[in-house]
């Protein structure tokens, strides 16, 4: 039996910076939040504003990023999962 689980994606007409990404993990109550990405468009390319936050709240792990394209399309993608060791996936033999 797959792992219980909810992946959201939806637009935004504002964009997280990081002090909001963070904001959010203490929030809600995530102990362990962190932040990979800076929230910042590349300085190479400036195609991308990538950024992710995530954290354990009760048995579930919470994933929150954001992508946003250079046409300003803003997305950002929510994801909830158990946490290892209380949902183990089974591999394919």
């Not at 002090?19 to 910042?40: H, K, M, P, R, V």
């Amino acid at each position: 039996m797959p792992c219980p689980s909810v992946h959201r994606r939806y637009e935004s007409d504002t964009l997280l910076n990081a002090a909001a990404l963070e904001q959010l993990g203490a929030d809600a109550g995530a102990d362990d939040w962190t932040l990979s990405g800076t929230c910042e468009p590349d300085a190479t390319t400036g195609t991308y504003t990538v950024c992710t936050g995530e954290g354990t709240i009760g048995d579930h792990v919470v994933t929150v990023s954001q992508a946003v394209h250079r046409s300003r399309n803003r997305r950002r993608c929510l994801s909830v999962r158990r946490a290892a060791p209380v949902c183990r996936v089974r591999r394919a033999r």
